[in-house]
């Protein structure tokens, strides 16, 4: 690749795909488990879990001068691999170099007293793991998922990352693209944002579940200390 008066060539979006794309196929070869970010159109997120993913990165002044930098990256195909893990992902990306470059993202775990205080906040207003998923709950609900102080999604001081890239800046192209490529992946598996945060969705929902049968007891005039089983729990609230 040769360079003109110290800028690199221009390169169309169509090329970056092919080029893109052309690697995804290789390393596929060798890796059938490979997970690349594919969209379709330019939008990176349609669920409401993907969009509150991106809300909150694009909300932190810290992150404002170069998250954006990743929206073309991962739109043209450039994250050609994200793992999500509990409370790591893992992403390989495409630049400039002939190598994609290895990028890593820890999130500190989110403390069992916030995650207590989210789970009695929430009290009998999710019914169900799917209701969960699909974002089909209270609006009071999606402020308090979305809070700064207490909420479910991490602030930067929470994310931690590095790129195997030449960039020292505090966040490379590459980081933002991974970091858009998990809103991507949320938006198709809303539940691994759970895995990432490393809590138990369905706690989330038994509890809330537990709350909603004891005021149903309570409202027949009935008492009881008895908990319910697993089985109960799938049957009378799908989880």
Same mark, same amino acid.
């Given at each position: 690749?040769?360079?003109?008066?110290?800028?690199?060539?221009?390169? %169309?979006?169509?090329?970056?795909?092919?080029? =893109?794309?052309?690697?995804?196929?290789?390393?596929?070869?060798?890796?059938?488990?490979?997970?690349? *970010?594919?969209?379709?159109?330019?939008?990176?997120?349609?669920?409401?879990?993907?969009?509150?993913?991106?809300?909150?990165?694009?909300?932190?002044?810290?992150?404002?001068?170069?998250?954006?930098?990743?929206? %073309?990256?991962?739109?043209?195909? =450039?994250?050609?691999?994200?793992? *999500?893990?509990?409370?790591?992902?893992?992403?390989?990306?495409?630049?400039?170099?002939?190598?994609?470059?290895?990028?890593?993202?820890?999130?500190?775990?989110?403390?069992?007293?916030?995650?207590?205080?989210?789970?009695?906040?929430?009290?009998?207003?999710? !019914? !169900?793991?799917?209701?969960?998923? =699909?974002?089909?709950?209270?609006?009071?609900?999606?402020?308090?998922?979305?809070?700064?102080?207490?909420?479910?999604?991490?602030?930067?001081?929470?994310?931690?990352?590095?790129?195997?890239?030449?960039?020292?800046?505090?966040?490379?192209?590459?980081?933002?693209?991974?970091?858009?490529?998990?809103? =991507?992946?949320?938006?198709?598996?809303?539940?691994?944002?759970?895995?990432?945060?490393?809590?138990?969705?369905?706690?989330?929902?038994?509890?809330?579940?537990? %709350?909603?049968?004891?005021?149903?007891?309570?409202?027949?005039?009935?008492?009881?200390?008895?908990?319910?089983?697993?089985?109960?729990?799938?049957? *009378?609230?799908? *989880?």
């Amino acid at each position: 690749m040769s360079y003109y008066d110290g800028f690199a060539p221009y390169v %169309s979006v169509a090329e970056k795909k092919a080029k =893109a794309d052309k690697q995804i196929a290789k390393l596929k070869k060798k890796n059938p488990d490979l997970a690349p *970010i594919l969209l379709e159109g330019r939008t990176i997120a349609k669920s409401w879990w993907g969009k509150a993913w991106n809300t909150n990165l694009e909300s932190y002044a810290d992150y404002a001068n170069r998250i954006d930098r990743g929206k %073309s990256y991962v739109r043209n195909h =450039a994250v050609l691999d994200l793992q *999500i893990l509990p409370g790591k992902v893992k992403g390989l990306v495409q630049g400039t170099s002939s190598k994609p470059y290895q990028i890593e993202i820890s999130i500190d775990e989110l403390n069992q007293k916030r995650w207590k205080n989210l789970t009695a906040l929430c009290n009998h207003r999710i !019914s !169900s793991l799917e209701e969960l998923a =699909a974002g089909k709950f209270p609006r009071e609900l999606e402020q308090l998922f979305t809070e700064r102080s207490y909420g479910l999604f991490p602030s930067p001081k929470e994310i931690h990352f590095s790129c195997s890239c030449p960039d020292y800046a505090y966040m490379c192209k590459h980081v933002a693209a991974v970091l858009y490529g998990v809103g =991507a992946r949320i938006d198709e598996n809303p539940l691994l944002f759970f895995t990432l945060r490393n809590v138990d969705m369905k706690d989330l929902i038994r509890r809330s579940a537990e %709350s909603r049968m004891k005021g149903m007891l309570k409202n027949a005039g009935k008492k009881t200390d008895r908990v319910m089983s697993e089985k109960e729990m799938h049957d *009378i609230f799908g *989880i």
